[in-house]
């Protein structure tokens, strides 16, 4: 007889149009906290382990297109089409900052140290704001050739990664306001993400995902996809990679070798954004479905609202 769990993911339901973008926080006291950005305007807060719904950040006018945590757990940041970024207590939900822009924000990420937020805009410019005195002038690092898709902070808070519809990653070291490096790609990149130990950037563009090496800036790994991919992840020990795209498929491959281990469909629409949850025991995607989903990297180990024979006791977690 066999043995072989099902995997089994979990359905966040509340967003009513596309979700977007993902981003966990760090391992806080409370657990790890997973944000949601949608075209529907509603940015959601939820328990990383469960996807319980824990709130909504209530503000902005336009679709999000970005959203992300402080590693702590206690800020949020938005970026919308109202020509906006905000700045949230997390716990709360208290607009803590209202960020003007003249176009649409297509990305925000935090600086390590909190002190910061970089944002990536319609009208192909890189701005750093002041989360310490929002009321200060944005400074200007980049000019694009085309809009602003993603941004991302180096651990150290040295160096800003930022992509746009070209074919390249842009290198930013935040020290003298001067792009260092550009890192050619093989398509416009649709994903960046830094690894847990600040190591490795993960970029995800059209069938390629590739590591580099934050340190030389040099790829250090290329994976091939089956599929154009729009979001790539990578476990926190390194040990799996998981990408989704345009088939409705997730895929995880081995990072040592590239080999493929899983697939699922889950979606009924391209997968817009994938993210592992700080402790690897979890993955996120969120899709043009209007979905979110939790799916374990362990298939049928006890954990959160799964049990051990790979089932879950609900698969609602509206609340």
């Not at 995902?209 to 599929?227: C, E, F, H, I, Q």
């Amino acid at each position: 007889m066999s043995t072989t769990s099902r995997q089994v993911p979990l359905t966040c339901p509340g967003h009513t149009r596309p979700v977007v973008d993902l981003a966990f926080s760090g391992i806080t006291k409370y657990g790890s906290f997973l944000i949601s950005a949608s075209k529907d305007g509603q940015p959601m807060l939820r328990r990383g382990d469960t996807g319980d719904w824990v709130g909504t950040f209530e503000g902005h006018k336009g679709a999000v297109w970005s959203a992300t945590l402080t590693d702590d757990g206690t800020h949020a940041a938005t970026g919308a089409a109202d020509f906006t970024a905000k700045l949230w207590e997390a716990v709360t939900g208290k607009t803590l900052a209202t960020y003007d822009h003249k176009h649409i924000v297509k990305a925000v990420a935090f600086t390590n140290d909190k002190t910061r937020l970089v944002t990536g805009c319609q009208d192909k410019q890189v701005y750093l704001c002041s989360c310490e005195n929002p009321s200060a002038d944005k400074e200007l690092l980049k000019k694009h050739s085309t809009s602003l898709k993603r941004v991302c902070c180096s651990a150290d808070d040295n160096l800003v990664f930022s992509t746009s519809e070209d074919s390249c990653i842009s290198v930013w070291d935040l020290r003298s306001s001067q792009e260092v490096s550009s890192l050619p790609t093989t398509s416009a990149v649709t994903s960046l993400e830094l690894s847990r130990d600040g190591q490795l950037l993960t970029a995800c563009h059209g069938k390629v995902v590739t590591m580099y090496d934050v340190g030389t800036l040099r790829p250090v790994k290329d994976l091939a996809m089956p599929s154009t991919m729009y979001s790539a992840t990578l476990h926190p020990e390194k040990t799996t990679v998981v990408a989704a795209g345009s088939d409705f498929q997730i895929y995880k491959f081995g990072y040592a070798n590239g080999e493929q281990l899983e697939s699922y469909k889950g979606h009924f629409g391209p997968i817009h954004a994938v993210r592992y949850s700080p402790d690897g025991e979890v993955y996120s995607s969120g899709s043009e479905d209007g979905t979110l989903r939790l799916w374990q990297n362990t298939v049928g180990k006890t954990y959160g609202l799964w049990v051990a024979d790979g089932t879950s006791s609900t698969t609602d977690t509206s609340g």
